[in-house]
């Protein structure tokens, strides 16, 4: 089969490799489709620690092709999303519930093999059942979609609450959908793409703002802005220095900055603590998908969310090596890496 490595910093490879078995608990998943994420960039370019050679991918969903000894949850034929991110429940953090801030945390694309692979290796207690109906590609959007519930779960949104999410990204459209599925009646996005911003008004936008069209801070805030004083929640999905800095002064007196962008390692970003406290801004920051996962594939099962408009393109393995090595293209918001199996078949 075909697995994309990531030999070193700054080195990708595509290699024939042997087709892996499940052992004791696990599944061989025959990978459908896999998202090219921010953070696999990000470990290309070594601004995310990872355990290289390692095949990368941590979105992605496919069809059970066979199962280790103990099994008893899943068999062939099934289509399952995996939760990537797997803890040793013996910690500090574990047995505190915090299982997104495990000691131990491994993850599959980043510390195991991946999906950026024609299969994968998942351990049965990280995979969970999507309906065969579900089109086939969907489920790569089960692990952004688990990431962003944990944010907005942090958010604590009430009814009729305000809330402001910069970026127009995967995790930014996510999140404007489940903002108002939490009860934000008043959904503000930024971003300069045109065509994001048409999209996030069909899915559940009340405004959006070019951020390149005068002071983003007065168009809102202001007392003639899209937020007199600010929102209630402020979601900061775009990962950049300038947007973590913009955030909390969006943020409403006692209102929260919720961080889901993810920054390079080492980056900095300069906050007035004065303004913090003075106005009572919390800012809380959201890593991974601690339990949200089931919760994210029922979504995308019923097609509560809407991810079919997010897939700017498909690309085969032959083409992922480029992919991750360069920057997303303009308007890109998620490319899927899909196997070829015509090529494979089923045999190693």
């Known amino acids: 089969m075909k697995a994309l490595f990531l030999e070193d910093v700054g080195k990708l490879t595509l290699r024939d490799v042997d087709k892996p078995a499940p052992g004791e608990g696990e599944l061989l998943v025959r990978v459908e489709a896999c998202g090219i994420c921010g953070t696999d960039r990000h470990l290309f370019l070594g601004e995310f620690p990872s355990k290289p050679p390692v095949t990368l ?7 059970i092709e066979a199962v280790g000894a103990g099994v008893t949850g899943f068999r062939p034929g099934m289509r399952v999303t995996g939760d990537p991110n797997i803890a040793c429940g013996r910690c500090s953090a574990c047995h505190q519930g915090r299982v997104n801030l495990c000691h131990n945390l491994q993850a599959i694309g980043i510390h195991r093999n991946g999906g950026f692979a024609d299969y994968v290796i998942v351990p049965e ?19 952004p979609l688990a990431c962003c519930l944990h944010g907005v779960d942090l958010a604590r949104i009430e009814a009729c609450a305000s809330a402001i999410v910069i970026g127009g990204g995967v995790i ?45 801070i007065a168009n809102i805030v202001s007392d003639g802005g899209l937020l007199p004083g600010g929102a209630d929640v402020v979601f900061e999905c775009a990962g950049l220095k300038e947007t973590v800095e913009q955030a909390p002064r969006l943020t409403r007196k006692g209102g929260m900055t919720v961080i889901l962008g993810v920054l390079p390692s080492g980056e900095k970003v300069e906050i007035e603590p004065f303004d913090i406290l003075f ?70």
């Open 57 to 63: 991918g941590h979105e992605f969903a496919g069809i």
């Open 125 to 143: 207690k990280q995979a969970f059942e999507l309906p065969l109906s579900l089109p086939p590609l969907h489920g790569a959007f089960c692990e």
């Open 172 to 216: 930014g459209l996510l999140v404007v959908q489940l903002a108002r599925l939490a009860g934000a009646t008043k959904v503000v996005l930024i971003t300069r793409s045109e065509a994001k911003r048409r999209l996030a008004e069909t899915l559940g936008a009340t405004a959006t703002i070019d951020p390149t069209e005068g002071d983003v």
């Open 279 to 348: 106005r009572e801004v919390s800012i809380v920051t959201s890593f991974l998908n601690p339990f949200t996962h089931r919760r994210a594939a029922d979504l995308i099962a019923s097609g509560t969310v809407v991810v079919e408009p997010l897939i700017s393109r498909r690309i085969g393995l032959d083409d992922a090596v480029g992919a991750i090595s360069s920057p997303p293209a303009g308007g890109e918001i998620r490319t899927l890496v899909v196997p070829d199996h015509s090529k494979t078949g089923s045999v190693a």
